[in-house]
């Protein structure tokens, strides 16, 4: 069992340090509002710390799922930060959604003290969070991938290393552009079969044994036909996930049209108030 660290107790967080609790680990947990530590803590055992750098000291690995680039930076590099904790040989292990480039930058940084980085972005929503089911693509050495694999499959079902560091980020990038097409898509499907004045629900039941099924389809069509979004992936972290895929491709010379396209989109729905809706609103700017 390994003495771990667990830093960012949101939606996915608050659930992934349960799983690694629930599987034996010895778990410490950092939030930045520290109710939420001393709930979880309440809740589930296992110690909290009032900041980065406590929580890291002595750890072997720490983990962290915090919201954007600089969220990152401030709790690893930050004042406090949990880099000024890690001990030689510990590896960081970042869930965030961010960018390849500061995924990099954090690598250097934790070399210079002698300790591991991988990058680590997660698929499978606030649901596979909460029934342990993540998909991790990860980027980083070898070494370091082995030594935190088993402990991540605490709430993992699927979890490969992609290559040098960054590469998870990359491979998250892909992921993203593959779901804005695809919601876009049956976005536009529902809402011309409503036009045409079809049983949308029928037209679905066949559709999704054939070429057209997707996840999306399968999980959003019902909510998405009865307009709800109150629930699920937030637009605003969409539109910070898409920026990230369009910064990169400005570097790699990827052409991202459909991409860049859908990120205007959901500026829309967020001009519509639907900042925290989730990514299948995107029939809601259709049918406004
Ligand atoms: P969330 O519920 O908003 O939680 C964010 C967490 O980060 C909170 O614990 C927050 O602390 C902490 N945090 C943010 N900025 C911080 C800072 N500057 N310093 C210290 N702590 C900070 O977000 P989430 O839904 O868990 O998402 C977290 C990451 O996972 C994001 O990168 C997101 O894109 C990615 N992701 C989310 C989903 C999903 O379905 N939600 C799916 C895949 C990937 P406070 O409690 O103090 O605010």
Known sequence: MAKVAFLGLGVMGYPMARHLKAAGHEVTVYNRTLAKAERWVGEHGGRFAATPREAALGQEIVFCCVGNDDDLRQVTIGPDGAFAGLAKGAVFVDHTTASADVARELHAAALAIGAGFVDAPVSGGQAGAENGALTVMCGGEAG?????????????????LLGPVGSGQLAKMMNQICIAGVVQG???????????????????????????????????????????????????????????????????????????????????????????????????????
């Open 144 to 160: 370091y991938f082995a030594a935190v694999e088993p402990v991540i499959r605490s709430y993992a079902r699927a979890c490969s």
């Open 186 to 288: 049956l976005a536009e499907a529902l809402h011309f079969g409503k036009r045409a004045g079809l049983d949308v629900e029928a037209v679905v039941e066949v559709i999704s044994k054939g070429a057209a099924q997707s996840w999306q389809m399968e999980n959003r069509y019902k909510t998405m036909n009865a307009g709800k979004f109150d629930f699920g992936f937030a637009v605003d972290w969409m539109r910070k996930d898409l920026g990230i895929c369009l910064d990169e491709a400005r570097t790699n010379g990827a052409k991202l049209p459909m991409t860049a396209l859908v990120d205007q989109f959901y500026a829309d729905v967020q001009a519509m108030g639907g900042k925290r809706w989730d990514t299948s609103s995107l029939i809601a700017r259709l049918e406004k």
